[in-house]
């Protein structure tokens, strides 16, 4: 399938060690984000999500956190492993909970993994 | 249970033509997200429906334009094709009208534009 990662910045990490992936947001009004992970070929396929009134949620080996003050949110994978190679991206949303239509994707991170 | 499909898979069209691409959503949602992604960024939102009617509409010119059928599928059309219209053409289901969570992703349409 055709890379939807070229040009994007890449990070590469060792077969089970944990992954960081940052996103700076656009907007301070946003109060829903979402990670989405897609691979070649395919479309983004939903990871973990997280309200503003929060600044932390756990999932199976990921982990979000926002933080508010600087518009930061970062996407931690534990253990990584080889099918998590992917691209990353972070979404925002401005509404109440996500009722807008509106999802503003960031560029995306190029997460590759070795064995 | 079928996920969201599009088609068709690939397609080349010559600058200036139009272009219809197809949607069928997950059975029992009724909202349907349709995005652009050019290579190497990340999805720009386009249109999202619900129950038929048009929800929102992301920053795209007037040759955009999309419905939604009474099954819950969907066409977005793009007229006078532009070089800068090629790009992965995504459509995404939801149950509800809120679009940012449950959401679920297509295969994506992939637009070349010559």
């Known amino acids: 399938g055709e890379s939807v990662g070229l040009h994007l910045p890449t990070l590469s990490v060792q077969e089970g060690d944990n992954s960081i992936i940052n996103c700076a947001y656009s907007?301070?009004?946003?109060?829903?984000f979402i990670w989405y992970k897609q691979e070649s070929g395919k479309g983004p396929q939903f990871i973990i999500d997280?309200?503003?009134?929060?600044d932390k949620r756990q999932g199976q080996r990921v982990t979000v956190l926002l933080n508010k003050t600087v518009k930061h949110l970062s996407l931690q994978i534990a253990a990584t492993q080889p099918g998590d190679s992917a691209v990353y991206f972070c979404a925002e949303n401005i509404g109440d909970g996500g009722s807008q239509g509106n999802l503003i994707f960031g560029k995306g991170t190029k997460l590759s993994v070795k064995p | 249970d079928a996920g969201v499909t599009q088609s068709p898979t690939h397609l080349i069209k010559t600058r200036g033509q139009h272009v219809t691409l197809r949607c069928s959503p997950i059975s029992g949602h009724k909202s349907v997200s349709w995005y652009q992604q050019v290579l190497g960024q990340g999805p720009q939102f386009i249109f999202q429906?619900?129950?038929?009617?048009?929800?929102g509409r992301g920053n795209f010119p007037d040759r955009f334009s999309a419905r939604q059928f009474p099954n819950y599928s969907s066409e977005l059309n793009v007229n006078a094709l532009l070089l800068g219209d090629s790009a992965l053409y995504l459509c995404a289901s939801s149950s509800v009208r809120a679009v940012a969570y449950e959401q679920y992703f297509g295969p994506g349409t992939r637009l070349t534009v010559t």
């Open positions: 429906y619900y129950e038929k009617e048009e929800r």
């Open positions: 997280i309200r503003s009134n929060m």
């Open positions: 907007n301070s009004a946003s109060d829903y």
